[in-house]
């Protein structure tokens, strides 16, 4: 599970959620069903985009693939609200993360833990060397200084 319904409505104002999640014009409290249906449909996107390159689940969840997960659901969450305009910044959040799950699917873009043909444990983080190289030139010129 890359999110929780408690980490969505703690990361959401609490009053959208109602309007999003609820049929009824004047319901009061968020209803928990929808959430769940919106966090469903994230994760089965993402894991359809990790699938072919990571074995799943995996252990620990990336940051980019709980924040891609947050906005899919939020973008659910106002697609089955077709008489609420869809805010601009939610579509762009949204094409973002889908863009960006398919770097993932096409090996462009490293969530930093196994590849499926890694012979690391499932889903493991991968550890960076910290090693970098640097090309320059053999000798600085300084004349003239």
């Known amino acids: 599970m890359y999110i929780t319904t408690e980490r969505l409505i703690a990361t959401f104002s609490r009053q ?14 968020i209803a928990l069903p929808v959430i769940e249906m919106a966090i469903r449909f994230a994760e089965e996107r993402i894991d359809a985009a990790l699938r072919s ?20 659901a939020r973008y659910w ?3 089955r609200r077709p008489e ?7 579509k762009e959040v949204y094409q973002l993360a889908i863009k960006e799950l398919e770097q993932i ?15 690391q444990q499932q889903g ?8 970098f190289k640097v090309r320059s030139s053999s000798k600085l010129n300084t004349d003239g200084y």
């Open 16 to 29: 959208i959620l109602i309007q999003l999640s609820n049929d009824d014009s004047r319901a009061t409290e």
């Open 53 to 72: 390159r990571y074995p799943l689940p995996l252990q620990h969840t990336p940051t980019l693939i709980e924040l891609h997960a947050f906005a899919l």
């Open 77 to 79: 969450l106002y697609a």
């Open 84 to 90: 609420m305009k869809m805010p601009e910044t939610v």
């Open 105 to 119: 699917a096409t090996g462009k873009l490293h969530l930093g833990v196994a590849d499926a043909g890694d012979n």
């Open 124 to 131: 493991e983080l991968l550890a960076d060397s910290g090693e």
